[in-house]
Each structure stands twice: as C-alpha cells, then as structure tokens.
C-alpha cells in the first residue's frame, strides 16, 4: 500500500476544521467537551491506580452507553468508502473473521457471529494506518485500510459488557482519545512519557521508506528522522529470546512520569500481569514484551536499583490492595489473555480481570481516598465515529473508552470534556505537584473534572 505523506499532511487543515466541526457536534448531542470544574481538594485522592487495558474503541464497547455520545449520535458518518472514495455496497469480510459478506455498510453486532467470550481475529493498528483510517477526520477508510476490514464496523451490545455498571455507577469519559497514532508500543511509551521514543541508529530494514513524492513505498517500525513508532523490543530483559540485537531499542532518556514521582520521593510501581516469570525466562504465551515501558528507559535498565524498586509483577499490585499497602500511583497491565486484546483473548475474560482487580481495591483499606482510572491503550483497529483533535504529529488518536471509579467520581455521569492518555499523567502532576513531561501532558485537561471531592 503506497501512502502519501504529502496528502496526510494536507489533510490535517481539513481534519482540523471536522474536529471543530465534530467537537461542535458533540457539544450539541451530548453535552460540552469544555473540561469541568473540580469541585474540592485533588489532595484528597492519595491512592490513585491506573488499569491499562487493550485495543478498543469507545462505539465499540460503550456506542449504546446512555448518555454518551455513541452510536445514536453516528449516523452521519457510519459510511465507509473503498480505496477510491466509493462507499461500500456492503462490508468486506477478511477471511477469519467469521462474518458475513451480506452485511450493510453500517456498525453491526459482533455477537451475531462471535460471542463476546471468544476471541476475534486482530485488526491492524499501526502508526501510518490509523492516519489513513481516520482520513482527515472522516473516520470513514477503516474497512479501506484494515486487513480485517468489515470487521472493524463490529460492536458489543454495552449491557453485556461486566464493566458497563462500573460505568453506569460512577463516571464515563466520552471524549478520550489515545494519545498517539497506531499500536500498544507507542502508546505505552507516551503513557509514561508523553513523547515518541528514538532509534537513530535503527537498522535500515526496519525503518520506513518513502520516495521522491512522498509516498510511503514501505512500512516500518521507524520513521525516517528516526523515531521508533511500531511494535520493537527494549534493549532490556525482559524481550523475546529470538529478537535480533540490533533491532533493540536503545535506552531512553526522556523523562518519565515515574522519574517526577521519584525526585518528589513519592512511592509507585508499575505492575505487570507475569512480569516474574518473563523476567525468570520463561514467559507466559500472551506476556507482551512491548506493554512494559519503563523497561525501554536508562533510569529502569537491567542491573538498576530503580527496576527492582518500581516494577513488578500484578501479583504484588493485588496482594498490596488487600494489604492497604498501595504505593500513591499504581499503574496495572495485566497479561496478554487478561487484557482484551483480540487474536489472543476476549473481551469478557479482560473486563471480568479488571473486575477483580476493582475490587482488590475497592475492598481493601485503601479505598477511601483511592482512584481508578480504566482506559485503552488504543483503538485496535475498530471504527469509531468521533474524530480526534489535531495536536502534533504524533496524535492524537481514535477515542477509547475511560472509566474513573472512586468515591470521589461523579456518579452517574458520562463526562464529555475532550481528555487524552496524557491527560492521565496530567492529573498525576496536578495531584502530586509535579512539572509537565512535555508540552503534550503540559496542555492536557486534568481528568479533575470527573471527580467532585465535596463528597464525604
């Protein structure tokens, strides 16, 4: 597929003026994207935990929440086109999907055909793709582009979902989009970072190739000033035994979230579904060497004290919610077959996980001045309606679905203002009164507006 950068780049003054557009739309439909105020004292959150989960987009899970601006609110922009602009009598099917080929040029539940405990087939979900996909913010080429194609019009009924009444009790953002174009690795990286990782040195074979006009003639895991935006392993342990050295990422020296906690002395650990076992050599079949993103860092490489001190295995998250021992940040990833991810797990096996993990907290004794914040890391590939803002290159992305459990969150409320991955770390630095990372954790709202710390 030859994808012209030039033509990527031309659209985003009209992405620009449909995100204005959408952003309006929205406000109309389903409530204002301006970031509420908090009501209260953010220092009343001393506990705050955040669950990183896989690969879906808000009209894929959430597209019949009430409330929310989902599917109800899609009707003007369901419609895909093929390669040249056409839009699709019916839905191309791939093969392995298990779908259709009858199936109208509309969302359509993937359930008919696959129940939600059984694994789909995955969906691309790269750096150059998603761009195309969103198509200057159309959001109508994700058939077009993806190798799953029709596929990615497949949506859950929301009320079947197990994390729906988490939603329903407390708040659900509506209008959080990932914080960079494409896939787990990039994601991860800006989760703790808010920027892209380098690779100068990258081997030639992995490194995105263009021609004279533009085009992208090959695809690749860096671009070609040198940044590393699809999936690669870290120089580290743990990555996969048959990587070759050098398509290893070097140690990054950017700061990380985890560096402003440290300088502040304020405790916290990343916790890694069979982190352990992965670090011992014998990894789960679903461990993702790519979800651990302090591992990519100088400050955490092998042989540091900062490694043993910070990161760690999920065990250890939920043996310290029942313990109360909770350090003040907790990031969760839980393993492969545990996290959502299709291909390889299914999304009732992820969200019932992430239940259990709620309630490590929520019965524990440091729940009373706790917050979880449960979100995506992506899109995985699914369609969603809502076109992204314009910010830089980078991003952001498609939206995904956010939750923020706590007895301080809003209840019952669908929370519409416009938040991205960075505005996790947003909040962190607000709480714990840290510098930004970068302009990007530096601009974005605080998530503050889904709590209202007047309650008791």
Not at 112 to 122: C, L
């Amino acid at each position: 597929m030859r994808i012209s950068i030039p033509a990527v780049a031309r659209s985003i003054a009209t992405f620009a003026a449909l995100s204005a557009l959408s952003v309006f739309t929205a406000s109309c439909d389903a409530g204002s994207t301006t970031p509420l105020a908090a009501s209260g004292d953010v220092t009343k959150i001393n506990h705050l935990v955040v669950i990183y989960l896989e690969n879906r987009s808000f009209d894929n899970t959430y597209g019949e929440f009430p409330g929310a601006d989902g599917l109800g609110a899609s009707a003007g922009a369901q419609k895909q086109v093929d390669p040249s602009g056409v839009p699709y009598a019916v839905l191309p099917q791939a093969n392995g999907s298990n779908v259709p080929t009858t199936l109208p040029n509309a969302p359509f539940d993937i359930a008919q055909f696959v129940p939600p405990a059984t694994p789909t087939r995955d969906l691309v979900h790269r750096f150059y793709q998603e761009q195309l996909q969103i198509d200057g913010g159309k959001m109508d080429r994700f058939a077009a582009v993806s190798d799953a194609q029709g596929l990615v019009m497949g949506y859950y009924h929301t009320s079947t979902l197990p994390l729906a009444a988490e939603a329903a009790k407390y708040t659900l953002a509506d209008h959080f989009f990932h914080s960079a174009f494409g896939g787990s690795f990039l994601n991860h990286i800006f989760l703790v970072s808010a920027a892209a990782p380098v690779f100068p040195t990258a081997p030639s074979t992995i490194v995105a190739k263009v021609d004279a006009t533009g085009a992208l003639v090959t695809d690749g895991a860096v671009t070609p000033d040198g940044y590393a935006v699809n999936t690669l392993f870290t120089v580290n342990q743990p990555h996969p035994a048959t990587a070759p050295a050098a398509n290893l990422v070097p140690n990054q020296t950017m700061p990380t979230i985890g560096d402003r906690l440290t300088e502040k002395g304020i405790n916290w650990a990343w916790y890694s579904g069979g982190w352990n076992d992965a670090l011992a050599g014998h990894p789960d079949p679903t461990f993702q060497f790519h979800h651990q993103p302090f591992a990519y860092f100088a400050n955490y490489a092998d042989g540091t004290p900062a490694k043993t001190a910070h990161l760690k295995d999920e065990a250890e998250f939920i043996a310290a919610a029942q313990a109360g021992t909770l350090p003040a940040v907790s990031f969760v990833k839980p393993l492969g077959a545990n996290n959502e991810h299709p291909g390889y797990t299914d999304i009732i096996t992820g969200e019932n996980h992430a239940l259990q993990l709620i309630n490590a907290v929520r019965n524990g004794p440091n729940w009373k001045d706790a917050a979880i914040i449960i979100t995506y890391d992506e899109n995985g590939g699914f369609w969603d309606h809502v076109a992204p803002p314009v910010v830089d290159r980078w991003g952001p992305g498609t939206r995904v679905p956010t939750l923020v459990i706590s007895p301080y969150a809003r209840k019952g409320f669908v929370d519409h203002t416009t938040y991205e991955t960075a505005s996790i770390l947003t909040l962190i630095e607000k709480r714990f009164g840290l510098a930004p990372l970068g302009t990007r954790d530096a601009k974005a709202a605080d998530l503050t507006g889904a709590f209202d710390f007047t309650q008791p």
